[in-house]
């Protein structure tokens, strides 16, 4: 089985702060590792994958996120937030055969002026 | 190109009614998915398409809900005799194909239901 925990329901940071989203994950077989950002009242967006590439992922709005196994995380950065960065963040987990990705909780991230 | 759209965005319904949500995925796109997204929980799989087939209907709820593909495209998903724990965001996403989401899931607005 699957399984994805994100710590911290809610971050605040400082514009121009640097971000820190954290992600653990349980899987018993190679996972693929995504995020996802939701803006308010809006679909989700990817921001990046990990499908067993190079374990440091670049996306978009210069974010990124490095897969540790030693760790089981995948915890997502950006070195300086943006007013628009403020939004819900999902990690989520999947593998090769699965059919569906395990979404977690999410953390609503929110960038104080 | 036009991304997923669902219908309506916003659905009033009172407890008992049936109701239905509509889901257009990207065109060419084989596989589709639903799941409903709580306050403040995280999003839940409800069910999966590959063509017209449902080969993962895993995480539908009860037999209140079911959905449906046709023509390879248009979804729609039945909740029969809501209830108020119903209250959710429908959120849909589409797919070129299902490989443990190593094809991007682009997803839709999603259909916020109150039932009241």
């Known amino acids: 089985a699957q399984s994805v925990t994100q710590l911290g329901s809610h971050v605040s940071v400082s514009e121009g702060a640097l971000v820190l989203l954290r992600c653990n994950y349980s899987s018993s077989v190679p996972p693929y590792l995504f995020w996802y950002v939701q803006y308010p009242n809006q679909g989700l967006q990817l921001l990046l994958k990990y499908t067993s590439a190079a374990t440091l992922v670049k996306g978009i709005n210069g974010f990124e996120a490095e897969f540790k196994k030693s760790e089981t995380s995948f915890h997502l950065t950006k070195p300086s937030a943006h007013m628009s960065d403020a939004a819900e963040y999902f990690c989520a987990v999947s593998h090769i055969s699965a059919s569906k990705i395990i979404f977690g909780s999410g953390t609503r991230l929110s960038i104080r002026p | 190109g036009a991304g997923v759209s669902q219908s309506p965005s916003n659905k009033v319904t009172e407890k008992g009614k049936d109701v239905e949500l509509r889901c257009d995925p990207i065109?060419?796109?084989?596989?589709l998915y639903w799941y409903r997204q709580s306050l403040g929980q995280g999003l839940e799989f409800l069910i999966y398409?590959?063509?017209?087939?449902?080969?993962?209907k895993s995480g539908l709820p009860s037999d209140r809900f079911s959905a449906e593909r046709t023509g390879g495209s248009v979804s729609t998903l039945t909740i029969q005799r809501t209830q108020q724990e119903d209250s959710a965001v429908y959120l849909c996403?589409?797919?070129?194909?299902?490989?443990?989401?190593?094809?991007?899931?682009?997803f839709g607005p999603g259909t916020r239901l109150t039932v009241t």
């Open positions: 398409f590959q063509g017209n087939s449902a080969p993962d």
């Open positions: 996403a589409s797919s070129l194909a299902n490989s443990g989401g190593y094809y991007e899931q682009y």
């Open positions: 065109s060419g796109h084989t596989a």
